[in-house]
């Protein structure tokens, strides 16, 4: 799992720095929440789940038409969410049954969970340091959000099919972000505990 290389940190380099480095990592795992923060916060002010959705694919078209029109790359993941955003607004626009739109945050879980399953995926957002004293832990901490991944889609099933908009979308702006947040917090306090144990013991 682990280049020859970066097997001993270099000397005089900061122990603290392979955990800190879980923050950087940490932001693009979170990153996927913005899209569902801003439908929550625009039902919370409609309290509509068809007039958050229409403004939702509003915003999408127009943040992707801003980093076409400023020249910025537009990457898959994006087109993905703005792709998930189309059909299924769309869909619950035209049926104006909401269930198509509360069904997306599954399939967006489902898929980054599934993605989560390779090993080792965590390994490119670290640096050498940290995959030569933690490696172990990171390998692990990857099964371990693929597993919240999943729960959330599952979490988010059941509310979607049996639960009121309003319910649904509570759990939504609130069990996702908390969630990751505490598994961060948890990885973060494990993985610093450990490195230092380690760097500690070979020195």
């Given at each position: 799992m682990m280049d020859a290389d970066i097997t001993t940190p270099?000397?005089?380099?900061?122990?603290?720095?392979?955990?800190?480095?879980?923050?950087?990592?940490?932001?693009w795992l979170l990153g996927d929440m913005l899209s569902t923060l801003i439908f929550v916060g625009l039902y919370a002010i409609t309290k509509s789940v068809f007039t958050a959705t229409a403004l939702a694919i509003a915003l999408g078209l127009g943040q992707i038409a801003y980093l076409k029109f400023?020249?910025?790359?537009?990457?898959?993941?994006?087109?993905?969410?703005?792709?998930l955003v189309l059909v299924f607004g769309?869909?619950?626009?035209?049926?104006?049954?909401?269930?198509?739109?509360?069904?997306?945050p599954t399939l967006i879980y489902t898929a980054v969970g599934t993605v989560?399953?390779?090993?080792?995926?965590?390994?490119?957002?670290?640096?050498?340091?940290?995959l030569a004293r933690g490696g172990d832990i990171i390998f692990v901490f990857g099964y371990v959000w693929a597993g919240l991944m999943f729960a959330t889609a599952l979490a988010n099933l059941v509310l979607a099919l049996y639960a009121s908009p309003v319910i649904w979308a509570w759990f939504l702006g609130v069990f996702p972000l908390a969630s990751k947040c505490v598994l961060f917090a948890v990885q973060y306090a494990t993985a610093r505990f450990l490195v230092r144990r380690r760097v500690r013991a070979a020195a």
């Open positions: 270099p000397p005089g380099a900061d122990v603290a720095a392979p955990v800190n480095s879980l923050f950087h990592a940490g932001k400023r020249g910025h790359p537009i990457d898959a993941m994006q087109w993905l969410m703005l792709g769309g869909a619950a626009l035209i049926t104006h049954n909401a269930h198509f739109i509360m069904l997306k989560m399953l390779k090993p080792g995926w965590m390994n490119r957002y670290m640096p050498p340091i940290a």
